[in-house]
């Protein structure tokens, strides 16, 4: 990842704008660990600065008080295009939506995205699957007491990301990496529902 004046900017940024989060892992991180390796997984592969730092501010608008207006002055309008399209709308006409209704329409939304917001959005599928991996080889079961929903929730909604990723960017290494990851994935959560249900 280069340090440019926009990299940092937007380190700095991103810091600033999730300063307190955590990332609930085998031992809680700072939420901007999160946020570097998805932003490392772009850079590895040659994205320029605009692309990068939408990898680094691409949960501002979901999870902190950021507005799109804000990011298109602080940074430019692409950098603002390419965090909304990898951002989940959580409520429509003053009503919450549930978290199938919000994972269904940011894989809709995912169908049209720009290319280089696909590849965001399959960079935070990797770090978060690989994430969760890595946590359950250390703590096990007691792992599922912190997520949200159930396993299959979770296998299908990473399972309908890469269906997306294999259509728009087939042959990109970063689709190929988060195929190899949901696989581990579901053999690993996939059996381990198995043996709830026993």
Not at 21 to 35: D, F, N, S, V
Not at 47 to 65: K, M, R, S
Not at 101 to 121: G, M, Q, S
Not at 151 to 174: D, F, N, S, T, V
């Amino acid at each position: 990842m280069n340090h440019t004046p926009q990299i940092k900017s937007a380190i700095q940024f991103a810091a600033r704008k999730h300063h307190g989060h955590m990332r609930q892992e085998a031992k809680p991180l700072p939420y901007i660990t999160h946020l570097f390796s998805v932003a490392l997984l772009v850079a590895e592969d040659g994205a320029g600065d605009d692309v990068v730092t939408a990898a680094l501010l691409h949960d501002t608008l979901e999870d902190t008080d950021t507005t799109r207006e804000e990011i298109s002055e602080t940074f430019n309008e692409r950098v603002a295009e390419l965090v909304e399209a990898v951002s989940e709308i959580k409520g429509k006409d003053n009503v919450t939506l549930e978290w199938k209704e919000r994972k269904v329409a940011y894989l809709a939304n995912l169908e049209t995205a720009p290319d280089d917001a696909v590849l965001i959005a399959i960079a935070d599928k990797i770090d978060n699957i690989e994430s969760k991996i890595e946590a359950f080889e250390k703590e096990g079961e007691t792992l599922l007491k912190r997520w949200k929903q159930p396993a299959e929730a979770y296998l299908w909604y990473h399972g309908e990301a890469l269906r997306i990723a294999q259509k728009r960017l087939p042959k990109h290494r970063l689709t190929m990496r988060l195929a190899e990851a949901h696989k581990k994935e579901q053999k690993t959560f996939c059996r381990l529902e198995d043996d709830l249900v026993q």
